[in-house]
């Protein structure tokens, strides 16, 4: 990320000084459009075909506590997918949710995440017939996309509202050839990142409402309490201008992209050790359609681990990847990486490929199901000690842990710190994977509430 790639061409080589406004005359407010926002916004959801886009300039981070905000009640009970992004359990804790979790499919040949099979959802619905609101993600962040039309179908018919984290998947509606949007698949409220996998700056997204369940009132009142009173001009200008470039181009470009992959994935067929996943998943473990501009790199039973492979692209051939963990790391493409690039990405990884031996070591990282003592809330409010990690199996942690990227909690707060748990995190430290929410910066303490 970013999906632009760096391409000058964005805002035709503006200065981003002559575009930073704020709410003058002729220029319209972002949280009272009337003018050339309301016009952008709508035919923004004239292209997607949705009821009605909203411009996020706080990313999408801000669209799921919007989009969760006004679809719950303080105190509610909504289940979530535990794969979420941290801003879906932050608005737990904002609003006193009650969280029920349900698990993805697991990939243990690659070590990724799964999909949400619909009779998941239909369990945790008929246990928990006081849900009205479903909160998933798909695609996942290594491309992985859930059967959204038939959940969507099943949370419907059990009177709920579904929303889709849909960050990673902004690129979808100009696949002729791949996932379908969740909005096009019966979701009735979808976040997306445009400047993940397209040509928009940092920190822009949308929201989209789709359907009659949802009132588009309620998504701005809350629009206005999450997101900043003073939108950055410069991001919505590349939003606007990432829209254009989308209907002008998008799906020519698209089709080129789609083509320097399957190339690219033609000359992976002959690496021994690195392995990458692609449409073969669909059908088990949850995924019903898989996102092919995600390559995932799984070094699963070689010598290197997913960090040592990025770390080597990076110093080696100047290639930067989008994250790594312990058994892959994971490269972005967007419609504005070269063929070129591709291309030296390909070369680079096949010589690495010829480089590697076989070990009988490997690590895969997956969810575990905590026990929950406290809702996020209450956990909040309950006194905390910080203790060392050493000494926290059993205790219930008062903090979020998780690795940045993907931002995902493998603990969250008023969870019991089990076994597994702890060797996830002392394995991604071991293998040098950013831990994110321990009590100090040296990781060697967590908050855990006071016994």
Same mark, same amino acid.
């Given at each position: 990320?970013?999906?632009?790639?760096?391409?000058?061409?964005?805002?035709?080589?503006?200065?981003?000084?002559?575009?930073?406004?704020?709410?003058?005359?002729?220029?319209?407010?972002?949280?009272?459009?009337?003018?050339?926002?309301?016009?952008?916004?709508?035919?923004?959801?004239?292209?997607?075909?949705?009821?009605?886009?909203?411009?996020?300039?706080?990313?999408?981070?801000?669209?799921?506590?919007?989009?969760?905000?006004?679809?719950?009640?303080?105190?509610?009970?909504?289940?979530?997918?535990?794969?979420?992004?941290?801003?879906?359990?932050?608005?737990?804790?904002?609003?006193?949710?009650?969280?029920?979790?349900?698990?993805?499919?697991?990939?243990?040949?690659?070590?990724?995440?799964?999909?949400?099979?619909?009779?998941?959802?239909?369990?945790?619905?008929?246990?928990?017939?006081?849900?009205?609101?479903?909160?998933?993600?798909?695609?996942?962040?290594?491309?992985?996309?859930?059967?959204?039309?038939?959940?969507?179908?099943?949370?419907?018919?059990?009177?709920?509202?579904?929303?889709?984290?849909?960050?990673?998947?902004?690129?979808?509606?100009?696949?002729?050839?791949?996932?379908?949007?969740?909005? #096009? @698949?019966?979701?009735?409220?979808?976040? =997306?990142?445009?400047? %993940?996998?397209?040509? *928009? /700056? &940092?920190?822009?997204?949308?929201?989209?409402?789709?359907?009659?369940?949802?009132?588009?009132?309620?998504?701005?009142?809350?629009?206005?309490?999450?997101?900043?009173?003073?939108?950055?001009?410069?991001?919505?200008?590349?939003?606007?201008?990432?829209?254009?470039?989308?209907?002008?181009?998008?799906?020519?470009?698209?089709?080129?992209?789609?083509?320097?992959?399957?190339?690219?994935?033609?000359?992976?067929?002959?690496?021994?050790?690195?392995?990458?996943?692609?449409?073969?998943?669909?059908?088990?473990?949850?995924?019903?359609?898989?996102?092919?501009?995600?390559?995932?790199?799984?070094?699963?039973?070689?010598?290197?681990?997913?960090?040592?492979?990025?770390?080597?692209?990076?110093?080696?051939?100047?290639?930067?990847?989008?994250?790594?963990?312990?058994?892959?790391?994971?490269? #972005? @493409?967007?419609?504005?990486?070269?063929? =070129?690039?591709?291309? %030296?990405?390909?070369? *680079? /990884? &096949?010589?690495?490929?010829?480089?590697?031996?076989?070990?009988?070591?490997?690590?895969?990282?997956?969810?575990?199901?905590?026990?929950?003592?406290?809702?996020?809330?209450?956990?909040?409010?309950?006194?905390?000690?910080?203790?060392?990690?050493?000494?926290?199996?059993?205790?219930?942690?008062?903090?979020?842990?998780?690795?940045?990227?993907?931002?995902?909690?493998?603990?969250?707060?008023?969870?019991?710190?089990?076994?597994?748990?702890?060797?996830?995190?002392?394995?991604?430290?071991?293998?040098?994977?950013?831990?994110?929410?321990?009590?100090?910066?040296?990781?060697?303490?967590?908050?855990?509430?006071?016994?």
């Amino acid at each position: 990320m970013p999906g632009h790639k760096r391409a000058r061409k964005l805002l035709h080589e503006m200065d981003p000084f002559d575009v930073d406004f704020t709410e003058i005359d002729g220029l319209d407010n972002l949280h009272h459009p009337e003018g050339i926002l309301r016009d952008s916004m709508e035919e923004a959801a004239g292209f997607y075909g949705t009821k009605k886009t909203w411009f996020l300039v706080n990313g999408s981070s801000c669209g799921l506590l919007a989009a969760i905000a006004a679809t719950t009640r303080i105190g509610d009970k909504i289940l979530i997918g535990r794969n979420c992004h941290k801003a879906v359990y932050h608005s737990g804790l904002l609003r006193n949710l009650d969280m029920e979790y349900v698990y993805p499919e697991l990939i243990p040949e690659y070590g990724i995440q799964g999909g949400y099979t619909p009779e998941k959802i239909e369990k945790a619905l008929c246990e928990n017939p006081d849900i009205k609101t479903v909160v998933l993600t798909s695609p996942t962040y290594d491309g992985v996309v859930s059967d959204i039309e038939k959940i969507a179908e099943i949370v419907h018919r059990h009177g709920g509202i579904l929303i889709v984290d849909e960050a990673h998947g902004a690129h979808f509606c100009l696949m002729e050839k791949g996932p379908k949007p969740a909005y #096009l @698949c019966g979701a009735d409220l979808v976040i =997306e990142s445009l400047h %993940k996998t397209l040509p *928009a /700056l &940092t920190q822009s997204a949308v929201l989209h409402l789709q359907g009659s369940r949802v009132e588009d009132w309620k998504v701005q009142k809350q629009l206005e309490i999450f997101e900043t009173s003073s939108p950055s001009y410069l991001l919505m200008a590349s939003m606007d201008e990432c829209l254009r470039e989308m209907q002008l181009h998008g799906t020519e470009l698209m089709k080129i992209l789609q083509s320097n992959l399957d190339e690219f994935r033609k000359k992976a067929e002959a690496w021994k050790w690195i392995r990458l996943p692609g449409k073969a998943l669909v059908g088990s473990n949850g995924v019903f359609s898989y996102d092919e501009t995600k390559l995932v790199f799984s070094v699963s039973g070689a010598n290197i681990s997913g960090r040592d492979l990025s770390e080597k692209l990076r110093n080696d051939y100047q290639i930067e990847l989008e994250m790594e963990t312990m058994n892959y790391a994971l490269a #972005l @493409c967007s419609i504005y990486d070269s063929k =070129e690039a591709i291309e %030296k990405l390909a070369d *680079a /990884l &096949t010589e690495i490929d010829g480089e590697l031996e076989e070990t009988e070591t490997s690590f895969s990282h997956c969810y575990v199901e905590n026990q929950k003592v406290f809702s996020i809330y209450e956990a909040e409010i309950q006194e905390k000690e910080t203790i060392s990690l050493e000494k926290a199996l059993g205790r219930i942690s008062g903090e979020f842990i998780y690795f940045y990227p993907p931002g995902i909690p493998v603990l969250a707060p008023g969870e019991v710190i089990s076994k597994e748990t702890l060797s996830t995190i002392e394995e991604a430290m071991k293998q040098g994977i950013v831990v994110n929410g321990l009590a100090d910066y040296n990781q060697n303490e967590i908050q855990v509430i006071k016994e």
